[in-house]
């Protein structure tokens, strides 16, 4: 009896230490060296989508009045977006303002003089090359407030999925080059992560008054990069 249970003692501190062992087997050893490398691959287009925002404002010795002749003026701007053949998803109101308007004058309380109301709305022209005749005809209609355009592009996934191809040819090239200058080569691609794709928006300033209504506004879209950085990591030996 003493001796089955030195037996079963001895069975079991040898269980763990099995164990151990073959859990240690399962991690792969590394005899390489571990090569991280940070890509980057771009793709051009020439943007087809401007967002521009436009708007109305008006000053009036009272409230009721600002706000009143800005929605009659802002009535005439929409009319015209509609008219133009601008969707109604495409407009969308950004901001409506109401402020007092004071006169300062040294050692004397500020004197109220008006009030000033604006209302904006951000729209998106699809066609870049007519979006300047629309401006045109927007402060025609009373519009007094313009600015933009950012340009960028609607559909941006093909040019981003050329960009991700770039980024890791750019990738492995790098880490070819890297092991030929170490005297090593490349036996593996790791892992692969992104870390985003990056549309470059430029944005142009206008700023619209009544004489801008006589001007043949033009946008240019030129040419904007759609950049992807990927981190990838290789094993070379």
């Known amino acids: 009896m003493k001796n089955m249970m030195m037996a079963l003692a001895l069975g079991a501190a040898v269980l763990p230490a099995a164990a151990a062992a073959a859990s ?28 521009i925002s436009a708007g109305v404002s008006t000053r009036q010795s009272t409230a009721s009045a600002a706000i009143q002749e800005n ?5 005439r701007v ?12 495409d407009v969308q109101t950004s901001s409506i303002n109401l402020n007092p308007e004071y006169r300062y004058q040294d050692n004397q309380a500020p004197q109220l003089v008006g009030y000033t109301a604006s209302n904006q709305v951000s729209i998106r022209f699809r066609d870049i090359r007519n979006s300047g ?3 045109d005809a927007l402060v025609a209609e009373g519009a007094n407030q313009i600015n933009g ?15 991700r191809a770039k980024a890791i040819a750019n990738g492995q090239a790098r880490a070819e080059f890297y092991a030929r200058a170490l005297g090593k ?37 030129g040419e904007q990069n759609l950049s992807v950085t990927l981190s990838m990591v290789f094993d070379v030996q």
């Open 24 to 51: 240690a087997q399962v991690a792969p050893m590394v005899t390489g060296t571990r090569l991280e490398i940070s890509a980057t691959g771009e793709a051009t287009r020439v943007p087809d989508l401007a967002i």
């Open 71 to 75: 929605a009659t003026r802002m009535e």
């Open 78 to 89: 929409l009319a015209a977006l509609k008219k133009a053949g601008i969707a109604d998803r």
């Open 133 to 135: 005749k629309i401006l």
């Open 149 to 163: 355009p950012s340009l960028t592009i609607d559909k941006q996934d093909e040019a981003l999925d050329e960009a």
């Open 185 to 221: 080569r490349v036996v593996r691609l790791v892992s692969v992560s992104e870390g985003g794709g990056v549309s470059v928006l430029q944005s142009v300033p206008m700023v619209a008054g009544r004489s801008f209504a006589a001007a043949d506004t033009k946008i240019v879209p």
